[in-house]
């Protein structure tokens, strides 16, 4: 070997040690990376390539990877379409509610006032905040209005239906007299 040759790999030999070393003694340092492209011609020297710097193809290599590292562009909105729209004559039918545990469930008691006649007491409900008194021929909600009230019993009516509500259980029987109880 010649002397240049045995300079050369006894340097490369202290080189890796030396990294190896820093690395040992460092792991935390920055580490300086280095790429040298060297080509070397055949015997005669004729048909070498030119030197290439490191990195002097790059600028085309990311111009043959525009293509497939395009970012897609953003997706446009999508126009809004309102929901398809009831008929102008049709309407829904109210919800109906059974007229009786609500009406049982608002009263409080069945009241005799001094001219002699019944009327029901009706806890304070959801939509009127107070308690009130409600005679006969009084509406009680938008729809029933009170016909007729005995001691244990009301009669409501619509002008198409009539429901009759027993209010503290069972009815009891009429006196001898026939009057209610």
């Keep these: 070997m010649t002397s240049g040759v045995t300079l050369a790999a006894g340097g490369a030999a202290a080189l890796v040690i030396g990294a190896g070393a820093v690395g040992w003694f460092a792991p935390g340092a920055p580490q300086i990376a280095a790429l040298s492209v060297v080509r070397h011609g055949g015997a005669g020297g004729g048909d070498a390539q030119p030197l290439a710097r490191p990195g002097a193809g790059l600028a085309a290599d990311v111009d043959a990877l525009e293509t497939d590292l395009a970012v897609p562009p953003p997706p446009r909105p999508v126009a809004f379409v309102p929901p ?10 109210p919800v109906v509610h059974d007229v009786g545990p609500v009406f049982r469930s608002r009263t409080s008691a069945i009241v005799r006032l001094p001219n002699g006649r019944l009327a029901v007491l009706l806890a304070a409900g959801a939509g009127d905040g107070r308690s009130r008194l409600l005679h006969i021929g009084e509406s009680f909600d938008d729809r029933w209005r009170l016909t007729g009230l005995t001691m244990n019993e009301a009669t409501l009516a619509d002008g198409k239906s009539t429901e009759r509500v027993p209010l503290f259980g069972e009815t009891v029987g009429v006196a001898p007299g026939g009057d209610p109880q």
């Design 84 to 93: 398809p729209r009831r008929p102008v004559g049709l309407v829904p039918a």
